[in-house]
């Protein structure tokens, strides 16, 4: 008789996106007549850029043509792709991070849920309240959590590391020592980053304790002040305790493409294994890479055409922030976020939970945004709106909010 992983049922509702997709569905169909503005979840709405469709064109002509054609990838994603992302991501910034560190992957979401999979079940894992619910979720799956009280929306065997207004929406070094901590910079869901001083911090205290952090940089391309560093190998020390994800949803527009990679330099060990070696059998074993067609694409990212066409983008994206930003302030509101991240952090007014402004907004504006409480208990009395939206949109939608 078959048995089910009862972990699953710890779960409590269903994955915070899809409950905000269920409930906009819904009202969408009780009101056919409303055209909602969906400033939810972080999915860009901007074409490929052209050196992008260029590559992908190049690509599917090679697929098509015998003496071109590529099968199987390699298991750790395509040399030009590894090379050019060590090069332009890494070693132009200093950092000494090789081709053959980089795990080539179909996206940040994917690889920060699967890589808790490479360390053992009593692992105590630290993650920042509020958080992005997958490194929460996926340790349940796995066992590793303990109890969830329904009362504190807390699992029993998870440090929260809240970051509210007192701590400028940044973790503080836990007192309880985790083994594994997760960082997320910029961060979703608050836009908040830290410094290069303060993410050393956290580099010498994993060091100093033989934790590891998995470091989720996909937002990084929206990082405009220049004390915020775009990886933590930046760091002194991080090739012995970081494993870094990185994304190309938010800054290329690949949400529809689906493309990321996992960097885990070969001096993070446990005796004498590495963990390189360990998701490298772990790639190898059970996860189909990236396509050719998505891995070139993957590359024009990187093409002197790429870059300015990519900036373009994201500068437009950040626009909208700067339109999310400045119009809340004006309607009276008390915002964070949006200056070196796509995710705008609001303060719900008069008190309302998360919840009720979430209703508030789609009924009385018919504007869709995030539920700060949905990503952990100190995310409650906070609502996240993002920047990926068209800029007609965006406008509307501000417009709409301050008339509401
Ligand atoms: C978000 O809205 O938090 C992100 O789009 C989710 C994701 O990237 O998976």
Not at 369 to 382: L, R, V
Request: aromatic content about 12%; overall charge negative; charged content about 20%.
């Amino acid at each position: 008789m078959f048995k089910i992983n009862e972990d699953y049922l710890k779960l409590p509702g269903s994955y915070l996106f899809s409950t905000i997709a269920k409930k906009i569905n819904a009202y969408q169909e009780e009101n056919p007549e409303k055209a909602l503005i969906r400033l939810g979840i972080g999915d860009v709405t901007q074409p490929l850029a052209p050196a992008i469709i260029e590559a992908l064109h190049g690509a599917v002509e090679e697929m098509g043509n015998a003496s071109t054609f590529h099968g199987y990838a390699p298991d750790l994603g395509y040399e030009f792709l590894r090379s050019a992302m060590a090069q332009n991501d890494y070693q132009v910034r200093g950092c000494d991070i090789k081709a053959d560190e980089i795990f080539i992957s179909d996206g940040a979401k994917g690889d920060s849920g699967n890589i808790q999979e490479i360390f053992a079940k009593n692992n105590k894992i630290a993650v920042c309240d509020p958080v992005y619910p997958v490194y929460v979720d996926t340790n349940v799956m796995a066992g590793r959590t303990g109890t969830y009280d329904p009362q504190t929306e807390k699992w029993s065997d998870v440090i929260y590391m809240p970051c509210t207004k007192a701590t400028n929406f940044a973790p503080e070094l836990p007192k309880e020592v985790p083994d594994i901590i997760y960082l997320c910079f910029p961060n979703n869901p608050t836009g908040s980053t830290i410094t290069k001083a303060e993410l050393q911090k956290w580099v010498d205290y994993a060091n100093e304790h033989k934790a590891v952090i998995i470091y989720d940089a996909a937002y990084e391309a929206y990082i405009t002040e220049a004390d915020v560093p775009h990886t933590i190998f930046e760091c002194e020390g991080a090739r012995t305790c970081a494993i870094e994800l990185r994304s190309f949803s938010k800054n290329a527009g690949f949400t529809g493409v689906r493309l990321g990679a996992a960097v885990i330099p070969k001096d993070i060990k446990s005796g004498d294994t590495t963990l390189h070696s360990l998701w490298a059998r772990r790639h190898g074993t059970k996860y189909n890479g990236a396509p050719y067609i998505v891995q070139k694409a993957g590359e024009a990212v990187y093409s002197p055409t790429g870059k300015v066409q990519l900036k373009e983008q994201v500068a437009y994206y950040m626009n909208n922030a700067k339109v999310i930003y400045n119009g809340l302030k004006e309607a009276g509101y008390t915002v964070s976020g949006g200056v070196n991240a796509p995710y705008i952090w609001l303060e719900t007014p008069k008190g309302m939970t998360s919840w009720d402004f979430f209703d508030f907004l789609l009924e009385k504006a018919n504007v869709v945004g995030t539920p700060g409480s949905g990503f952990g208990p100190s995310g409650e009395g906070y609502f996240r709106l993002t920047a990926f939206g068209t800029y007609e949109n965006t406008v509307a939608a501000i417009d709409r909010i301050k008339k509401a």
